[in-house]
């Protein structure tokens, strides 16, 4: 039974420097180049903190054996959390580039509504022009009808009395009598 438990302990990785970590996140099949590298970059960031750290405490740089040690001593969570944290900028960052081209978008559909309303306007004026000459000739043409029909209303002049009137002008007098 001994055994059975050794065997369901996962081994613990070790890192022994930077290459380690950036085989795992860079090189891996399973991730994308780019996230990789930002994962490797927390990790990395993390480890510029705990030199700054190691400086202001003891009052100097850390040996190249003591920057090993801090790598042999990086739990598998350190990758976890790596990964974690490049996720979330990617994620952000994406969100932020989408949301500007979304705006870039909107604006260049805006300026196109513009644009096309200002060409509507530079045939508008010639229309203008056409509809203003017909609108002109319809009211004359309205005018004159008006004004006919007003003579021939005025004159009271119906049809049977416009018919005697022809009627005596195309009679021939007789002997000079009328």
């Given amino acids: 039974m001994v055994e059975q438990s050794e065997k369901e302990i996962p081994t613990v990785v070790k890192y022994s420097g930077p290459e380690d970590i950036y085989h795992e996140l860079v090189d891996s099949p399973d991730n994308s180049w780019i996230f990789g590298l930002l994962a490797f970059a927390v990790v990395e960031e993390q480890k510029i903190e705990w030199i700054r750290h190691h400086r202001e405490h003891n009052g100097s740089d850390p040996s190249l054996e003591q920057i090993s040690d801090w790598y042999l001593q990086q739990p598998p969570g350190v990758i976890l959390r790596a990964k974690g944290t490049a996720e979330n900028a990617l994620q952000v960052y994406s969100s932020e580039v989408l949301e500007e081209v979304d705006d870039e978008i909107r604006e260049k559909i ?3 509504v513009i644009i096309n ?3 509507d306007l530079k045939r508008f004026w010639p ?3 056409v509809n203003l000459a ?3 000739l ?3 043409l309205f005018a004159l009808l008006l004004v006919a029909l007003t003579v021939i209303i005025l004159n009271d002049t119906s049809p049977v009395n ?5 009627k005596t002008q195309l009679e021939v007098p007789d002997n000079g009598e009328k």
Avoid: C, M, R
């Fill in 134 to 136: 017909g609108g002109f």
């Fill in 162 to 166: 416009l018919s005697e009137k022809i």
């Fill in 117 to 119: 309303e200002i060409k």
């Fill in 110 to 112: 805006q300026e196109s």
């Fill in 127 to 129: 229309q203008f022009g």
């Fill in 138 to 140: 319809s009211s004359v």
